[in-house]
């Protein structure tokens, strides 16, 4: 079985930002200063998306909202 230290340092290997946060996320102290070092070393960067998120486009409101349970319409007009 690959660990996640192993996985990290494999070259060419396709991992969304998210894939590639929780393997780092699982990673001991010793484990992640070892790979901080490696990456130095190989001249190895772990990229993330440059991409800022942007409040007026990217987060939407729904009509609806859950309490106790259950679903429930929202109308903001007054």
């Known amino acids: 079985m690959v660990t996640a230290l192993e996985t990290l340092k494999m070259k060419n290997i396709a991992l969304t930002a998210t894939e590639k946060r929780l393997l780092i996320a699982t990673l001991s102290v010793d484990e992640k200063l ?3 070092n490696y990456m ?4 190895l960067s772990i990229a993330a998306d440059n991409k800022e ?7 939407v409101f729904g009509n609806k909202t859950f ?6 319409f929202v109308n903001n007009k007054e």
């Open 34 to 36: 070892y790979l901080g």
């Open 40 to 43: 130095n070393d190989m001249d």
């Open 53 to 59: 998120m942007d409040i007026e486009r990217d987060v």
């Open 67 to 72: 309490e106790d349970g259950m679903e429930k």
